[in-house]
């Protein structure tokens, strides 16, 4: 993983990929809502490439606060999915939180029960639920 340099409009691009059918299904989709809503909340010093050899295959954005590091985003490429990638990323993010003392927390997507299932057997528990969302903390060791 690395800090860097983001492509704004490929990011936005994978962001609409991975979570369009997600959104759509709970808010429905508007183009100019999400770019717009994609441009105000996610920050360029918050993205981390995530690279498999020589190729960025990912981001993730995280929110470092005073009281925890938050996982805004985990976004893959789909021809990368399910080989272990967002596994490993994940497990550098729990040990980084874990160093600084501080406990990771991410919120996900109540129709996405892939990610839920992921974040669950990761040891992530659940602290709250609303009507689209679930927000999951694992405490630093």
């Given at each position: 993983?690395?800090?860097?340099?983001?492509?704004?409009?490929?990011?936005?691009a994978l962001y609409?990929?991975?979570?369009?059918?997600?959104?759509?299904?709970?808010?429905?989709?508007?183009?100019?809502?999400?770019?717009?809503?994609?441009?105000?909340?996610?920050?360029?010093?918050?993205?981390?490439?995530?690279?498999?050899?020589?190729?960025?295959?990912?981001?993730?954005?995280?929110?470092?606060?005073?009281?925890?590091?938050?996982?805004?985003?985990?976004?893959?490429?789909?021809?990368?999915?399910?080989?272990?990638?967002?596994?490993?990323?994940?497990?550098?993010?729990?040990?980084r939180a874990s160093?600084?003392?501080?406990?990771?927390?991410?919120?996900?997507?109540?129709c996405n029960q892939?990610?839920?299932?992921?974040?669950?057997?990761?040891?992530?528990?659940?602290?709250?639920?609303?009507?689209?969302?679930?927000?999951?903390?694992?405490?630093?060791?």
């Open positions: 993983m690395s800090e860097g340099v983001v492509d704004r409009q490929a990011l936005f609409k990929l991975s979570l369009h059918e997600h959104i759509e299904q709970t808010f429905g989709w508007d183009e100019s809502f999400q770019q717009e809503r994609f441009n105000t909340s996610y920050r360029d010093p918050e993205f981390i490439s995530i690279t498999f050899g020589s190729v960025t295959v990912g981001y993730v954005a995280l929110k470092d606060e005073i009281e925890e590091v938050h996982l805004s985003l985990l976004l893959l490429q789909p021809d990368y999915r399910g080989r272990g990638i967002g596994r490993q990323v994940m497990q550098t993010l729990m040990a160093e600084s003392g501080r406990p990771l927390t991410l919120s996900c997507f109540l892939g990610a839920m299932r992921f974040y669950q057997k990761l040891g992530f528990s659940i602290v709250s639920k609303d009507e689209h969302f679930v927000t999951y903390r694992l405490a630093a060791l």
